[in-house]
T-cell receptor, first 110, second 113 residues
Framework: NAGVTQTPKFQVLKTGQSMTLQCAQD?????MSWYRQDPGMGLRLIHY???????DQGEVPNGYNVSRSTTEDFPLRLLSAAPSQTSVYFC?????????FGPGTRLTVT | GENVEQHPSTLSVQEGDSAVIKCTYS??????FPWYKQELGKRPQLIID?????GEKKDQRIAVTLNKTAKHFSLHITETQPEDSAVYFC????????????FGTGTKLQVIP
């Protein structure tokens, strides 16, 4: 199993640009989440999904959209990038109580 | 919602000494407490977890303790080694279905050889 994969690993955007961060898992996990990690703030939940076709907002959803058309894929869309969205983004999926994280995407918005 | 506080934010220990990281939580209904280790530039990885029906759990050199009455839990690392250097996150959640996990702000542990 590849586990949880994310692309790209690094991305630089200009303010106002849009893009999609890709996340996929091959473990048939129902639950998936997107987190952002900022220095001194831990991991904060952006959006999550409890299964294909079902998504909901987390703690910091503004400026982001998600969809879950299949069990495997859970892309995160930045609608109009802002410097405040500079962060490291982690996708995660869960079985039982254990969350498995992807390798992360480091995003810089200039 | 749940609030998890973690202390200290940084911790330096000599190789071979013990390290203790402490967390408190606010939601009395939380009953699952995982700990994650994140090495520099890497993803967080679960290292140990504890559920509320257990007061202590050990796995080789790491142990977690839980005091439900006081709503705090701790990570203990004994005989620290340089490869233990990382950022450690505590977390808390309820169990059953999808439950949001609330993470602490992290402790950067440095083990000095």
């Amino acid at each position: 199993n590849a586990g949880v994969t994310q692309t790209p690993k690094f991305q630089v955007l200009k303010t106002g640009q849009s893009m999609t961060l890709q996340c996929a898992q091959d473990m048939n996990h129902e639950y998936m989440s997107w987190y952002r990690q900022d220095p001194g703030m831990g991991l904060r939940l952006i959006h999550y999904s409890v299964g294909a076709g079902i998504t909901d907002q987390g703690e910091v959803p503004n400026g982001y959209n998600v969809s879950r058309s299949t069990t495997e894929d859970f892309p995160l869309r930045l609608l109009s990038a802002a410097p405040s969205q500079t962060s490291v983004y982690f996708c995660a999926s869960r079985t039982g109580g254990w969350w498995y994280f992807g390798p992360g995407t480091r995003l810089t918005v200039t | 919602g749940e609030n998890v506080e973690q202390h200290p934010s940084t911790l330096s220990v000599q190789e071979g000494d013990s390290a203790v990281i402490k967390c408190t939580y606010s939601d009395s209904a939380s009953n699952y407490f995982p700990w994650y280790k994140q090495e520099l530039g890497k993803r967080p990885q679960l290292i140990i977890d504890i559920r509320s029906n257990v007061g202590e759990k050990k796995d080789q050199r790491i142990a977690v303790t839980l005091n439900k009455t006081a709503k705090h839990f701790s990570l203990h690392i004994t005989e620290t080694q340089p490869e233990d250097s990382a950022v450690y996150f505590c977390a808390a959640s309820r169990s059953g279905g999808y439950q949001k996990v609330t993470f602490g702000t992290g402790t950067k542990l440095q083990v000095i050889p």
